[in-house]
């Protein structure tokens, strides 16, 4: 095994997925906020996928930082 | 309810995970049919002697001829109001019964094998008369085995899986008295009366399983009261 490789691990992919959907869903759901359709869903005021993008770029960028590619020792 | 409180984004997201999980069970699904069907049944009973090259070829295509079925039976779900009263009624039919079994196997060690595949067959059985007597003759039979004529889809299915238990262990004991068990047999680790079971005296109460048993009973019999 090649010791200068960095060190790739699960957990920085799932860090770069919840990224990724974080900044898909926040951005959805400004545009569904600001351009509300004619009929639209239950409890939409609280603007749920706003606080849940946030959430999930906020938890996927600590994942993707924390376990980011290292050098092997 | 994903359609119901969800906005596009989330809704996507809700999607997904059902996805997800709906291959992750197929693919242990699919992986065990596989097995079960090469090694349980086709080895054994049909082709005793070959290559291991031959047992991988029949594993595959069993794969292969598994998942079309399964793609075709989704068509029988087609049938049901949802496809939650679909898996209910197929569980109420294989699983309970099953239960029923293991549950015999593991606490009773006087269990024998002839015991445990005629109960099972039995509650199997018995299931799915259940489900086509209430489904062609609902007037008559709902109100005897759900024991209520206004019972729902999904209840109906809990009574299913009732009788399906009831049948499973009645049968299963009633054979069992007339077999006689195996007596090479080692049922050392498998069944409770023949396994040594740890002790938790040495372990503060906080840590002891049965402790937490009591208090998650507790719970359980206020809810009913407040919620019956």
Redesign the interface.
Known sequence: MNNDAPLITVWFFVGVLLLCYGVLIFAGSWYYAANPPAEPVVLANLHIGVWWGLLLVAVGGIYTWKFRPKRAI | ML????????L??GVIALIAGFMAGMAGNVSAFATVWTYDIYRPFIRKTAPDKHYVTMGRWCTLIGLIISIGTAYIVMQFGSIMDYVQALFSMFVAPLFGTVLLGMLWKRVTRPAGFWGLLAGVVGSIAAFLLMKFSPERWVPILALTPRASGLAQDMYQALWACVICVVVTVLVTLVTKPDPNLNLTGLVYGETQIPSEKHLPLLQRPVFWSAIVLVIFIILNIIFW
């Open positions: 359609t119901r409180y969800c906005s596009p984004g989330l996507g997201l």
